[in-house]
C-alpha cells in the first residue's frame, strides 16, 4: 500500500491537478461546453482546496510568530484569486475579456502556489511538530470535501466586488 502523503505532498498533489486545469483551459476557445465545465471543475477545486488549506495549515502556522507574516501573505493572496476567479465567472465566455482576464488569473494563482512550493512550505516545515502535521493532514481532505461540495461558481464582476 502507499505511503499517504504528507501535507504538503498533499497540497502540491492539488497543485499539480490545478496546472493541468489550467493548462486545459487556456487551449480553449469562445463559449463551449468544455471551457465552461472546465471553468467549473477549475473553481470548485480551487475554491475548496483554499478553504481546506487555511483550516488546515494557515490557521496552524498564524499561531507560530516565525511564519504569520507568511501566512497572512498568502490568505491574503487567496482572497485576491477568489476575487479573479469571480470577475471571470460574470464575464462572457464568447467575449476577448474573458481570455485576458483568465491569464491575469493564471499568472496570479501560479505565482501563489509556485510561491508556497518554493519558499512557504520548505520554511512551515521548519516549525511543525508530528502532532502538528498529523491534525493538519486528518483535517485538510475532511475539510476539502465538505468545501467541494458547498463550492460554487459566483460571477460578481471586480468592480461590483470593490463597491
Not at 468544455?34 to 477545486?45: D, N, V, Y
Not at 467575449?95 to 512551515?124: Q, V
Request: glycine share 2%.
Amino acid at each position: 500500500m502507499p505511503a499517504v502523503p504528507d501535507i504538503f505532498g498533499r497540497l502540491i498533489m492539488d497543485h499539480e491537478l490545478h496546472r493541468d486545469l489550467l493548462d486545459a483551459l487556456g487551449e480553449t476557445q469562445g463559449e463551449c461546453e468544455e471551457r465552461s465545465e472546465l471553468f467549473e471543475r477549475f473553481t470548485k477545486e480551487v475554491k475548496s482546496h483554499a478553504a481546506a488549506e487555511e483550516q488546515a495549515l494557515y490557521s496552524t502556522m498564524m499561531r507560530k510568530p516565525e511564519t504569520t507574516d507568511e501566512t497572512r501573505h498568502s490568505v491574503a493572496e487567496h482572497q485576491r484569486i477568489e476575487l479573479l476567479l469571480n470577475d471571470l465567472a460574470a464575464t462572457p465566455m464568447s467575449s476577448g475579456a474573458w481570455m485576458t482576464k483568465f491569464k491575469a488569473l493564471r499568472e496570479c494563482y501560479l505565482h501563489h502556489i509556485d510561491e508556497e512550493e518554493a519558499e512557504n512550505f520548505p520554511d512551515y516545515a521548519k516549525y511543525l511538530t508530528e502532532a502538528d502535521e498529523e491534525y493538519m493532514r486528518a483535517v485538510f481532505d475532511r475539510r476539502k470535501n465538505a468545501e467541494q461540495a458547498e463550492a460554487e461558481v459566483t460571477p460578481k464582476l471586480l468592480e461590483d466586488a470593490k463597491a
